[in-house]
C-alpha cells in the first residue's frame, strides 16, 4: 500500500501569497513497512500526479491552523458527541463554532484530546486533494506527529520562503504552533530560539530543522543558552514524522462531512470490470439464444403433438394435453375392446397371487385366507390388508411384484400395489 505524506504549508502562509498552491511542501512516499521510496520538497501543485496514485494521502495540517483542547466530556454516543462538541468548546473559543471543523480523540484519563481547524480551509485542502484524484484522505495535527519524550518538549521549524511555522509537541495529548514572521531572514534562528524559550521556560527542547539550517541554529543556540543549552538541535527527517503520525487517531478530514473517507480505486478494476461485463454479456447472450432454439423446438414438438392427436380423434375439440388425452382415449379403447388395462382389478388381483404363491407357497389349505384380512380395489391400486399378528415378507414381495411391473408401498400395516406401467 503506497501512502504520500504531505505536511502543508500554514493558513497564514497561503493568505499572504496570490497562489498558496505554488507553495513548497515537503513530501514523502511511503511503500510497505514505512520504506521511503521517495522525497523532497516541492510545490503543492507538482504532487497532483503523485496524489492521483497513491492509494491513501495523509496531511500534516500545520499546527498554527490547529488548536488542541482537552476537556472531561460525558459519555456519549458518536452522533451525540457531534452534536455537543460546538456547545463543549464554544467557551474557549475566539470564532464562531459552526465556522470550523471539530473533531474528539478517544476518552484517556478521564479527558479527551478535541481539535478545532477552520473549516473554509480544511474543505479548501479536501476539494484541492480530490481534484488532483486522491482516494482516501487523511488530516492529522502536525503537532501530535513530533515524537513524544516524557518530562521534554520537541518542536520543529518549516520554512515558506521569509516566513517560518513553529511546531511545538507539550505533551503526549497536547501541542501548538505558531507562525514566526522575522523582520530580517538572517534573524529566522535567533527569532525562533527566543520563542521556544518564552514558550517553554525550564523543560529541555528537542528542535528539528532542515538538514541545511543546523549549523546556524547550533550557533544560535550557543550564543543565547551559553550557561543553559537546554535546547538540542537536530536536522529534521521524515521518518520520525511518519513513525507520530502512525499513532495519531484523530483525523480532522473526517468533520468537514466530505467524502473524504476510503473509496474504491475504480481505475484499478477498470479492465477486470470490463472483461467480467463482457463474459456476462456473452453468458446472458448464450442463454437467450438456447432457451429460444428450445423454445421453437418446444412450439414445433407440441403443434407436431397435436396435429397428430387430432388426425386420431377429429371430434375432439378441447386439447389442453394431447399426450394424457392420447393414453386415457388408448386406454378406453383397449378396454372397450376388452382387454385388461395393468391397473385393473383383475389384473392387480391376478398378479398379486401369483407373488404371493411363491414368496409362501401353500401348504394344503388355500395360501391367502390364513394371512390376509381384506383386499379393497380403489384408485387403480389394490390395498391388501393382513391379519394382526402376521408377520409380512415385504421385501420379497416388493421383489416378486417388481417383475410382473407392480409397485409395493408399505403403509400402517397395509399394502399398496399398483402398476407400474406409464
Known amino acids: 500500500m503506497s501512502i504520500l505524506y504531505i505536511r502543508l504549508p500554514s493558513k497564514v502562509a497561503a493568505d499572504n501569497t496570490q497562489h498558496w498552491i505554488a507553495l513548497p511542501c515537503p513530501f514523502a512516499l511511503v511503500s510497505r513497512g514505512d520504506a521511503i521510496e521517495r522525497e523532497g520538497v516541492v510545490p503543492l501543485a507538482d504532487l497532483a500526479d503523485m496524489v492521483g496514485k497513491a492509494q491513501r494521502v495523509v496531511l500534516l495540517i500545520a499546527a498554527s491552523d490547529v488548536t488542541l483542547l482537552r476537556l472531561q466530556v460525558p459519555p456519549l454516543s458518536a452522533a451525540r458527541l457531534r452534536a455537543a462538541l460546538p456547545h463543549l468548546v464554544e467557551d474557549q473559543l475566539m470564532s464562531d463554532p459552526a465556522e470550523c471543523v471539530i473533531v474528539a480523540g478517544p476518552s484517556f484519563e478521564g479527558l479527551r484530546t478535541v481539535a478545532v481547524v477552520n473549516r473554509a480551509w480544511l474543505e479548501i485542502l479536501s476539494k484541492t486533494m480530490m481534484t488532483f484524484g486522491a482516494n482516501n484522505i487523511t488530516g492529522l495535527p502536525a503537532q501530535l506527529c513530533l515524537p513524544f519524550q516524557a518530562g521534554a518538549v520537541s518542536a520543529a521549524v518549516a520554512g515558506q520562503g521569509a516566513d517560518l511555522d513553529l511546531t511545538l509537541r507539550l505533551s503526549e495529548h497536547e501541542g501548538i504552533g505558531l507562525p514566526i514572521m522575522p523582520e530580517q531572514p538572517e534573524a529566522a ?66 468533520g468537514t462531512g466530505a467524502d473524504s473517507g476510503a473509496k474504491v480505486d475504480w481505475r484499478s478494476w477498470r479492465w477486470p470490470l470490463v472483461l467480467a461485463t463482457i463474459a456476462l454479456l456473452v453468458n446472458v447472450v448464450g442463454l437467450n439464444i438456447d432457451w429460444w432454439r428450445m423454445k421453437r423446438e418446444s412450439d414445433a414438438l407440441r403443434t407436431t403433438m397435436i396435429q397428430t392427436y ?66 379393497e380395489y380403489s384408485n387403480r391400486s389394490l390395498s391388501v390388508r393382513m391379519k394382526e399378528g402376521v408377520k409380512m415378507p415385504t421385501e420379497k414381495m416388493k421383489t416378486a411384484l417388481a417383475a410382473r411391473n407392480l409397485s409395493l408401498k408399505q403403509s400402517d400395516g397395509v399394502w399398496q400395489i399398483r402398476s407400474s406401467s406409464k
Not at 233 to 250: E, F, K, M, P, Q
Not at 314 to 340: E, S
Request: hydrophobic residues 40%.
Open 189 to 254: 534562528a535567533n527569532e525562533v530560539i527566543q520563542t521556544l524559550c518564552t514558550l517553554v521556560p525550564e523543560k529541555p527542547v528537542t528542535l528539528y530543522v532542515p538538514q541545511e539550517d543546523v549549523p546556524g541554529y547550533r550557533e544560535t543556540v550557543d550564543t543565547l543558552l551559553a550557561l543553559d543549552q537546554r535546547v538540542t538541535v537536530y536536522a529534521d527527517n521524515w521518518s520520525r514524522w511518519i513513525t507520530g503520525a502512525n499513532d495519531v487517531s484523530l483525523n480532522l478530514m473526517g
Open 310 to 375: 387430432k388426425t386420431a380423434y377429429p371430434k375432439d375439440t378441447v386439447i389442453l394435453d394431447p399426450i394424457a388425452q392420447m393414453r386415457k382415449n388408448i386406454a378406453n379403447a383397449q378396454h372397450d375392446a376388452g382387454q385388461v388395462a395393468p391397473d385393473d382389478f383383475t389384473a392387480l388381483a391376478s398378479n398379486f397371487g401369483e407373488a404371493w404363491e411363491k414368496v409362501m407357497p401353500a401348504t394344503g389349505s388355500p395360501p391367502v385366507i390364513p394371512t390376509v384380512a381384506s383386499i
